[in-house]
């Protein structure tokens, strides 16, 4: 089986969010790694070389498949920032309608900038979807 292409390494945040050339996106993705840090209790660590996660957790798939990722992270993408680990729990469907403006992906929430959204709705989201994966995964 694949392993993931995406893990936990000991590259530096700082690093990753001072290289990021828009002052305000980078700005905007300083901010994002308090609120994540505040919101999960967990210090930033690099996934792979472009995303900011924070936590983790051991999946396994009835097919077998199986890893580790961060429960929340961040990257910043070329047009948005990308908001990963944002997992159903009962009430997100209210609280992503509160959100402000964003675009929902496959697996992420696409954001322009962290003043398109409401930051406190941001983090009951973040805080309710840990909740959820470590209910759901230990």
Not at 21 to 45: N, S, Y
Request: charged share 30%; with cysteine; proline share 1%.
């Amino acid at each position: 089986m694949a392993e993931n292409k995406t893990k936990a390494t000991e590259a530096s945040v700082e690093s990753y969010l001072s290289a990021i050339e828009d002052e305000g996106r980078r700005k905007d993705c300083e901010d994002l790694a308090k609120l994540m840090t505040r919101a999960t209790k967990q210090k930033p660590k690099m996934w792979g070389t472009s995303i900011v996660g924070f936590g983790s957790y051991h999946y396994k798939y009835e097919s077998g498949r199986e890893g580790d990722s961060c429960l929340v992270g961040f990257s910043s993408r070329k047009g948005d920032i990308s908001i990963y680990g944002l997992v159903n729990f009962s009430g997100q469907d209210t609280l992503f309608a509160k959100l402000g403006k964003h675009k929902m992906g496959k697996g992420c929430v696409y954001v322009h900038k962290l003043g398109d959204i409401d930051s406190k709705v941001l983090e009951k989201l973040i805080v309710g979807s840990v909740v959820e994966r470590k209910r759901t995964y230990g």
